[in-house]
């Protein structure tokens, strides 16, 4: 492609129709590899990028592990199809250089202290390519972290912000990333903290302080998709839990439900009853009438008792006497 005649029009929109201060389209889908402890698959603008955490889990060879601590390993791949002319599969100079700068960027924030000797794998592979794909790829690797449930102290946000034609912008497209005057790709903290700063071309120090400025706001609305995407998983996962629940559980709580009404509908009952009886009857009466039943059950009682000794004993008498005469 060769360079546009111009990168804004009349109303000083970008080539792609979007505003200095606006990032392309992001979608973000989370859990997309089964095998992966965590995965996320992004589309921003026309990259498409797969990110895959695996681990924490015992790092081989055991003398590369490190007693206090994880190391976190990242890679970032272009496929060879990934632009418009084949790129040479494997690792190279450019690849290297962002898989180091772009691990680095994790660094402060995921606590390896609390896997020590463990690695996590990080992988990212760059689908397909358009400008960007290093701050892309950053994006769904913390998106695959937190869906791999690695302890973190904040998700990472990655953003391009550049000069073109004299003008500071945020995400830079292809054209503008080919043909630009500056690209500053920036990672930070959802506190903020630069955790990863590349640059290519030139800025003065005031166009470098808005740049920052610039990158911040695209950092922000990064963040909050990503927040989305992370929510709209957790509540889907929740909402099947509790499906499963109550298909579980439906048929014994209808009849817990059903045996406690009935309960409590029958105690109300018995209560109003003894009320009505009582205001109707004379108190002494009742208690008389008590007191025979009481006497009744006691001479009663006694009475069962004296009969069901007696046999008692006599059966073991003559058990005994049996037993003495079998002697
Ligand atoms: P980023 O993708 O992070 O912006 P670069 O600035 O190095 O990284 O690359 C800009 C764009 O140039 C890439 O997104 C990709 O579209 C294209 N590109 C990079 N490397 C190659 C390559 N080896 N062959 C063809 N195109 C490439």
């Not at 990032?23 to 797969?50: F, H, Q, T």
């Not at 690209?183 to 800025?203: F, K, R, S, Y």
């Not at 957790?234 to 099947?240: G, L, R």
Request: hydrophobic residues 35%.
């Amino acid at each position: 492609m060769s360079k546009p005649e111009k990168f804004f029009d009349e109303n000083g929109l970008r080539l792609d129709g979007r505003r200095v201060d606006e990032i392309r389209p992001m979608k973000i889908e989370v859990g997309v590899l089964s095998r992966a402890d965590g995965s996320c698959y992004l589309e921003w603008g026309n990259n498409k990028v797969l990110a895959g955490v695996f681990g924490p889990r015992e790092l081989h060879p055991r003398r590369m592990q490190r007693p206090d601590t994880a190391i976190v390993r990242y890679r970032y791949n272009m496929a060879a199809f990934s632009v418009e002319d084949r790129i040479r599969p494997g690792p190279n100079r450019r690849s290297t250089e962002i898989s180091k700068v772009s691990r680095e960027a994790f660094e402060p924030v995921i606590l390896t202290h609390l896997y020590p000797s463990a690695v996590i794998d990080v992988f990212t592979e760059v689908l397909q390519a358009d400008a960007g794909t290093r701050t892309a790829a950053i994006n769904a690797a913390t998106i695959a972290l937190a869906d791999a449930g690695i302890p973190m102290k904040g998700l990472v946000s990655a953003c391009a912000v550049g000069k073109v034609d004299g003008k500071l912008v945020l995400d830079l497209g292809k054209d503008e990333d080919n043909y630009g005057d500056a690209d500053l790709p920036v990672a930070m903290t959802q506190d903020g903290d630069v955790t990863l700063i590349q640059m290519d071309g030139n800025l003065t120090q005031d166009e470098f302080k808005e740049a920052m400025e610039l990158v911040k706001v695209g950092c922000k609305q990064i963040l909050d998709i990503q927040r989305e995407a992370l929510k709209s998983k957790f509540d889907q996962f929740d909402t099947e839990e509790i499906e499963e629940e109550t298909v579980v559980e439906a048929p014994k709580s209808e009849v817990e439900i059903d045996e406690t009404v009935e309960v409590e509908t029958e105690v109300v009952v018995t209560e109003e009853e003894e009320v009505v009886e009582t205001e109707e009857e004379e108190v002494v009466d009742t208690e008389e009438e008590e007191v025979v039943d009481t006497e009744e059950v006691e001479e009663e009682v006694t009475a069962d008792d004296e009969n069901d000794e007696e046999p008692d004993k006599n059966t073991d008498d003559e058990d005994v006497e049996e037993g003495e005469t079998n002697e």
